[in-house]
């Protein structure tokens, strides 16, 4: 029996079709997190070869280990065999292209020795969050062929579909119709001009000598394949199924460990774009894109469970269900926004009073404690616990009107919740990370405005009406390429941000942890990073926040982190609670002005070109925003 990490003796001559010298395909190893894994993997069984993916195969001698980096006590060999294989079609030695093991470091790999690694990693997740982004350029040939096919087809100008047929067009090979959409929305079609005549079955209309016949775009209908009250009930229905079928029950309930009247918290439903391509599939009367968009814009504010009651109760009617565009709209979703708010904030006031009292008469009780300077304000640490569990149970109320924490934890969660977000950020400089690196970027909370400025009452930062900006920074920060990356929303809950497991784990190692899981030395898939967190204790939807406002950057992911726990260690400071310094958790969730962090406000600046409102932005990270969005296509 040969032992795991020894030596490898492979083959020494290998033939261009990867099989040996008696016709056997040749069996290699890659390692699941090396950045090459994918693109070598196809090449080798494009070519008859077989890739393993349980690592124990390399305890056989015929098992060869393909690497992009040389493993500490173990043989591995170059990618490069594989390019040269492929590109001589001759006979090729193995052994030129092995890596010396002796070359490999030894022990723990540490975050600050490997940026580049980290950056490995920020362009892995980025490019499966783009799923399947091209780098091919759109050129002058290929808008005016675009520009071209819409006049044509004038009528089909707002259709998903549409465009998803014609990026198969070889003209535009490469692109796809997410792109190819996105090309026309937001740099073709104020070029468009005019549009030319159809008919009812939209076949193009010629005048007496046979040519064209241009008109004005306005003169030209849309198509629009309305959605019905079936189509909202099934797509209601199959959500609420699904998410049973693939989440645990127990995350999908209330913060008082309920369901409400029966309901599950929607807050906390994971629906992932695939689900959504899945979906169109079996229901082809919508594009994916249309279904996701029915679900974000308009299922997600009535309430899918509440609208699948609503549509089985109308059946009995008379009239019968409406659609659920009918029941809701912007407006009304503003006005319940604003209700919510200053519900939360009178709550968060009303809490803010009652653990200022606390800390008062602490203070009181404890006046020997103020005659040293050392001792300023201090508390006993019993009475800092209840100061913490009342500035969390402050952060934890919202809409769901929740106010007991899950009793099966609750004792852990008050203990947790000062270790957890409190220590966890004081104790931050423990992790494998340069002081340098990390605190070059965490950058103080020094703004604790609004997170718009239409709801901050600056008319400079304001770009016009502001319902109708904040509509738009909503809908156009949310539509993007990259769609397992979301935004949370504004008035997010810590209870909506952690899980139980968050408690349960050993707090003061949260970011050790962190780190281990944004290390390695290859790409990490993105199911991987939102299991491992959510393992953490980090909610799905919390996840796809932190991509989306790092741009998928591994230093950045780490970084925010970092801020948003010593962010909690402020809310958590007595000294605040008794001058009612209230930091709003949106404040943390949503970083203004600093590099590197992203929020709705600033991608919109970022498609619409306005720079100097984004100053504060280096060139690399716009650069990077400008990848992560799709926007260079």
Not at 296 to 307: E, H, N, S
Not at 537 to 561: C, E, M, P, W
Not at 612 to 628: G, P, T, W
Request: glycine share 4%.
């Amino acid at each position: 029996m040969t032992e795991p990490n020894q030596v490898l003796q492979p083959p020494g001559v290998l033939l261009s079709t990867f099989t040996d010298a008696t016709g056997q395909p040749v069996v290699f190893y890659i390692d699941p997190m090396d950045p090459n894994r994918e693109k070598y993997q196809k090449l080798i069984h494009t070519h008859g070869g077989v890739v393993e993916t349980d690592e124990r195969m390399l305890q056989r001698n015929d098992v060869a280990q393909l690497s992009t980096y040389p493993w500490p006590d173990r043989t591995t060999i170059a990618f490069s065999f594989i390019d040269q294989l492929l590109k001589k079609g001759l006979m090729v030695y193995i052994d030129d292209y092995r890596l010396d093991a002796a070359l490999a470091k030894k022990g723990p790999l540490h975050y600050d020795d490997n940026l580049d690694a980290a950056n490995a990693v920020a362009q892995a997740l980025a490019k499966k969050l783009k799923m399947g982004k091209t780098t091919k350029k759109f050129d002058a040939e290929s808008d005016a062929y675009i520009l071209e096919q819409v006049r044509m087809k004038p009528r089909f100008r707002t259709s998903h579909k549409f465009f998803e047929e014609l990026a198969h067009h070889s003209l535009l090979e490469g692109h796809t119709g997410n792109s190819v959409r996105s090309r026309f929305r937001a740099h073709l079609e104020h070029k468009l001009q005019y549009v030319f005549k159809t008919d009812d079955f939209d076949n193009l209309i010629l005048d007496e000598e046979g040519n064209r016949i241009a008109i004005p775009v306005n003169l030209a209908k849309t198509i629009k394949n309305r959605f019905s009250a079936d189509d909202d009930f099934h797509l209601c229905d199959d959500i609420i199924n699904h998410v049973l079928n693939t989440q645990d029950p127990d995350l999908l309930k209330f913060a008082d460990g309920q369901y409400k009247d029966g309901y599950l918290n929607e807050n906390k439903f994971s629906v992932l774009i695939s689900f959504f391509d899945d979906y169109a599939r079996h229901n082809p009367q919508h594009s994916s894109l249309s279904w996701r968009d029915r679900y974000r814009k308009f299922a997600r504010v009535y309430g899918l469970q509440k609208y699948r009651d609503y549509y089985l109760r109308e059946l009995k009617s008379k009239d019968g269900p409406q659609p659920m565009k009918n029941l809701t709209s912007r407006a009304l979703k503003e006005k319940k926004k604003i209700e919510n708010n200053v519900r939360r904030m009178k709550k968060a006031h009303d809490d803010a009073e009652v653990a200022a009292a606390a800390a008062v008469a602490a203070v009181a009780n404890n006046g020997h404690l103020l005659g040293h300077p050392d001792h300023v304000l201090q508390l006993p640490h019993t009475q800092m616990d209840a100061n913490a569990a009342a500035a969390v149970a402050n952060l934890a109320v919202s809409a769901r009107e929740a106010s007991a924490l899950d009793e099966e934890i609750g004792e852990v969660k008050n203990s947790n919740i000062h270790e957890a977000l409190r220590n966890v950020g004081a104790e931050a400089g423990r992790v494998n990370i340069d002081d340098d690196i990390v605190h070059s970027g965490v950058r103080a909370l020094a703004d604790h405005s609004a997170i718009h400025p239409s709801l901050s009452g600056n008319p400079e930062d304001s770009d016009g009406d502001d319902f109708e900006l904040a509509m738009k920074l909503e809908e156009e920060s949310q539509d993007s390429l990259n769609g397992d990356a979301v935004y949370m929303p504004r008035n997010t809950t810590i209870d909506d941000m952690f899980n139980k497991h968050f408690y349960m784990n050993d707090s003061k190692d949260i970011l050790d942890m962190v780190g281990e899981i944004l290390r390695p030395l290859g790409p990490t898939d993105i199911d991987t990073v939102f299991k491992e967190f959510e393992r953490l204790g980090l909610s799905r939807a919390f996840t796809a926040h932190i991509l989306k406002v790092t741009s998928a950057n591994a230093k950045s992911i780490h970084d925010f982190l970092v801020q948003l726990f010593q962010g909690f260690d402020k809310l958590l400071n007595p000294q605040n609670m008794l001058e009612h310094k209230q930091m709003n958790l949106a404040d943390l969730l949503f970083p203004r002005n600093q590099n590197g962090f992203w929020i709705q406000e600033y991608d919109l600046y970022l498609r619409k070109g306005k720079y100097q409102k984004l100053q504060f932005q280096d060139e690399e990270s716009l650069r990077e925003r400008r990848a992560f969005l799709g926007l260079d296509e």
